[in-house]
């Protein structure tokens, strides 16, 4: 079964310019959740959908944004880039049960903003 | 809202050593509380996770951990410290229930020395 997929791996960006990373989830789940990782940073909590909705956003400006498709694959939308969005992007998904959230992780997508 | 505390943002050991990491919870509610591991350049892969059954959780590669209500911790331990186990470690905590955010402690990377 393949798990969460991520594309690009790595992107090079100019600042002010837009980047777009797309992730898809394990089959059968309905939740994506993105993550973005800092260098010093840790782990930054950005977006979860669930449904096609947007459940819950992270302390991040509008110009992060993203949306899910009907086949609950995501994209996250970076706009207006800055120097410091320069991170590792990980996406996750999870199927919710009441046996709690467990969310599984891609291999992430490189942002380099140059 | 939930939180967890990592102690120690890095942490040496000896090659056979124990390993032992530790991570305390803040909750309102009895929790879920997962560790991951995060290999250079990877995503996060989940270690264990404990969802209010056995207190005790064993995980995979050896590692396990311990719920203990009365000290709010979840400390992960691994009896014999594996060169293959440098790594950076996540704790994270989720309420039970449904849309329940995942929240991450800041992590502990852990070196073994030869």
């Not at chain 1, 394990?26 to 959740?33: E, P």
């Not at chain 1, 992060?64 to 880039?81: C, D, H, I, K, W």
Request: aromatic fraction near 12%; include cysteine.
């Amino acid at each position: 079964e393949a798990g969460v997929t991520q594309s690009p791996t790595h992107l090079i960006k100019t600042r002010g310019q837009q980047a777009t990373l797309r992730c898809s989830p394990i089959s059968g789940h309905t939740s994506v959740y993105w993550y973005q990782q800092a260098l010093g940073l840790g782990l930054q909590f950005l977006l979860w959908y669930d449904e096609g909705e947007e459940r819950n956003r992270g302390n991040f400006p509008p110009r992060f944004s993203g949306r899910q498709f009907p086949n609950y694959s995501s994209e996250l939308n970076v706009n207006a880039l800055e120097l410091e969005d320069s991170a590792l992007y990980l996406c996750a998904s999870s199927f919710l049960t009441g046996a709690g959230n467990t969310i599984y992780f891609g291999e992430g997508s490189w942002l380099t903003v140059v | 809202a939930q939180s967890v505390t990592q102690l120690g943002s890095h942490v040496s050991v000896s090659e056979g050593a124990l390993v032992l990491l530790r991570c305390n919870y803040s909750s309102s509610v009895p929790p879920y509380l997962f560790w991951y591991v995060q290999y250079p350049n990877q995503g996060l892969q989940l270690l264990l996770k404990y969802t209010s059954a056995a207190t005790l959780v064993k995980g995979i590669n050896g590692f396990e951990a311990e719920f203990k209500k009365s000290e709010t911790s979840f400390h992960l331990t691994k009896p014999s410290a594996h060169m293959s186990d440098a790594a950076e470690y996540f704790c994270a905590v989720s309420d039970q229930g449904g849309y329940q955010k995942v929240t991450f402690g800041t992590g502990t990377k852990l070196q073994v020395i030869p």
